[in-house]
């Protein structure tokens, strides 16, 4: 668990996720992604949880879950080590501290596993902000993905 301190109502803990998390999570989730509570689903929720190549995690504040952060690590070919790529942040929004720590969070688990760059997939819709809060993060606009270098 790591504690991130400097937030005005209390102290930020980041630990791992449990599939035991789910409930909560999902009232941190965009309406568009499918949060019933099915046994595919929590299986779903499970596997990621304890999957290698991913770090999941959440943010708690006051003993109660305000944040979670997925990052998925591949192989690339041309180059030896991983690339991560940041998969979901919840909440998401420059004005947010918990959404600032889970991003100084993950650029430092991706560092750790040796990873030059953390990357997001190319957002749909440039008018709701998100581009807006990742660039306040230090992404910036690579061809058809969004990069922050890690070095």
């Keep these: ?6 937030m005005q109502d209390g102290t930020v803990k ?13 009232a941190l989730l965009p309406s568009q992604v499918p949060c019933v509570a099915t046994k595919e689903q929590i299986r779903h929720w499970r596997r990621l949880a304890s999957d290698p190549c991913l770090d999941f995690y959440v943010a708690e504040q006051e003993g109660t879950v305000r944040g979670m952060v997925l990052i998925c690590y591949i192989r690339e070919l041309s180059h030896p080590g991983w690339q991560a790529v ?5 909440p998401l929004s420059a004005e947010d ?19 030059r760059r953390l990357l997001v ?18 992404f910036h606009r690579v061809g058809n993905v969004l990069s922050c270098g890690l070095g």
């Design 1 to 6: 668990m790591v504690d991130m301190p400097g």
């Design 14 to 26: 980041i630990r791992r996720g449990k599939r035991t998390d789910f409930p909560a999570l999902t």
């Design 121 to 138: 997939h190319e957002i749909d819709h440039e008018h709701d902000g998100r581009h807006a809060t990742l660039a306040h993060a230090g």
């Design 86 to 90: 940041l998969d979901v942040i919840a």
């Design 97 to 115: 501290g918990i959404s600032q720590a889970l991003f100084d969070f993950s650029k430092e688990r991706a560092r750790r596993r040796g990873c």
